[in-house]
Structures are given as C-alpha cells and as structure tokens.
C-alpha cells in the first residue's frame, strides 16, 4: 500500500520560514506527481505548489509565488515545500498528495488520490 507521511509544521512567527517534507513509501517517488495542498480554519482546500514527476517543473499558487519552492529527491523518496516569509494567512493544515504519472490538472483536488495526514503550520503575527 502506497503512503505519504508529511511533517515539518509548527509554530512561527510571521516573516520566518519552515520546511515541510512528505515521503512515500510502499513505492518509489520517481513516478509521482507531488502537490501541496492547505486548509486554513474556515475555508475550502486550496492548492499550493506542484511538481510534476517528468520533468520536475514546478507550479504555484499566486499566494505563495515567489515565498515557497517546492522540490523533490527522487532517490530519497521525499519532497519539500520549503517557506519563507510566512504570513499569518499561510496558517494552515498543509498535506502532501500524489499521483501516478500524468496529471492534467496539477492545481485540482479532484487530480490527485494518495493523501497524506497533514500537518499545521500557525503562523503568529
């Protein structure tokens, strides 16, 4: 069975920056595409950054654009969002997804069907 395990969060204060991390295991990352998504308190998911599982390009939200990078290991089965300059509005639930191969629409929810468990990330001002 194929899982991803995220963690990194935590608590911070607005302007410092934080590295999540999401691994796989029960298969190799090389032929995953990773997103990132959050939910804030309130508010739907929304779609953060994307890398894709070809050719590493990377997608982001405007929110984030410019703040956070996402990048990927292959060989050590994980990938990053690392974030600077957190805001208070980046609080959040953040939690890694994958899919296999082709992805069409890498900012869709809908795309992606491997979870993992989330992790916080609270953002003080």
């Known amino acids: 069975q194929v899982k991803l395990v995220d963690s990194g969060g935590g608590l911070v204060q607005a302007g410092d920056s934080l590295r999540l991390s999401c691994t796989i295991s029960g298969d190799t990352l090389d032929m995953y595409t990773i997103a990132w998504f959050r939910q804030g308190p309130g508010k739907e998911r929304e779609f953060v950054a994307g890398?894709?599982?070809?050719?590493?390009?990377?997608y982001y939200s405007d929110s984030v654009n410019g703040r956070f990078t996402i990048s990927r290991d292959n060989a050590q089965n994980t990938a990053w969002l690392q974030m600077h300059t957190l805001k208070p509005e980046d609080t959040a639930d953040y939690s890694c997804?994958?899919?296999?191969?082709?992805?069409?629409?890498?900012?869709?929810?809908?795309?992606?069907?491997?979870w993992g468990q989330g992790t916080q990330v609270t953002v003080s001002s």
């Open positions: 997804a994958a899919r296999g191969y082709l992805i069409r629409d890498i900012p869709n929810v809908n795309e992606y069907d491997i």
């Open positions: 890398i894709r599982y070809s050719n590493s390009a990377q």
